[in-house]
């Protein structure tokens, strides 16, 4: 089936390290997204890409870094420079071309700070 | 820039009656796009609607519809005969292209309970 897959479900980092949230799409989109949402809060974008080895800075990028080397692969990471990194994070995808307006969600990544 | 704005933190409702969740936005953009999306407590955000700035009708998909006022800058979701499983979270969304990019900002979002 076409979708969104992000992993892992669940994450524990030790405060100084890296980490890198994966996010894999088939559904053959142009545009990706990183999103972090905290608790009873709405969601807040980190950084897109709408081509391959391209990607911009979204409004909370500082901390975070991003690639796009494959269509199909928008792997973010959490660097140890983000000094709150524990939340949820979602990636989203969407088809830039034709008559696509709906942005699709993976499930989300849990990652706490230990 | 744009805001949405979701001045309701949760409702409640019984089953099978309709609810109305509010949503304004505010962008200086001239072309944009509002969403909803329904996020239940496994964490998933899930498309429900979309409205573009420019269609001349509002959007319907099945029990959901939304009641778009341009001029007021509002895009009030409208569920319809609701079901236990509609209780979760609902976010309001706005795209606007942006020299070209489009990005998806959302509001802080509202809990729906459904009651039996």
């Given at each position: 089936d076409g979708g969104i897959t992000q992993s892992p479900k669940y994450l524990f980092r030790k405060e100084g390290q890296n980490v890198t949230l994966s996010c894999e799409q088939n559904l053959n989109h142009d545009a990706m997204y990183w999103y972090r949402q905290d608790p009873g809060q709405g969601l807040r974008l980190i950084y897109y890409s709408q081509i391959v080895n391209d990607f911009q800075k979204g409004d909370i990028a500082e901390g975070y870094s991003v690639s796009r080397e494959k269509k199909e692969s928008f792997p973010l990471t959490v660097t140890?420079?983000?000094?709150?990194?524990?939340a949820f994070y979602l990636c989203a995808s969407k088809?830039?071309?034709?008559s696509g307006n709906t942005i699709y969600f993976g499930e989300g990544s849990w990652l706490t700070v230990v | 820039a744009q805001k949405i704005t979701q001045t309701q933190p949760g409702m409640f409702v019984q089953e099978k009656e309709a609810v109305t969740l509010d949503c304004t936005y505010d962008t200086s953009d001239p072309s944009y796009g509002l969403f909803w999306y329904k996020q239940p407590s496994s964490g998933e955000m899930i498309f429900l609607i979309y409205q573009g700035s420019y269609d001349q009708q509002n959007a319907t998909e099945g029990r959901y519809s939304l009641n778009f006022q341009k001029a007021r800058k509002s895009a009030n979701l409208v569920i319809s005969a609701?079901?236990?499983?509609?209780?979760a979270m609902y976010f309001c969304a706005m795209g606007s292209l942006q020299g070209g990019s489009e990005k998806l900002v959302f509001g802080k979002g509202m809990k729906l309970t459904v009651n039996p």
């Open positions: 140890s420079a983000q000094k709150n990194p524990t088809k830039t071309t034709g | 609701s079901q236990l499983g509609d209780s």
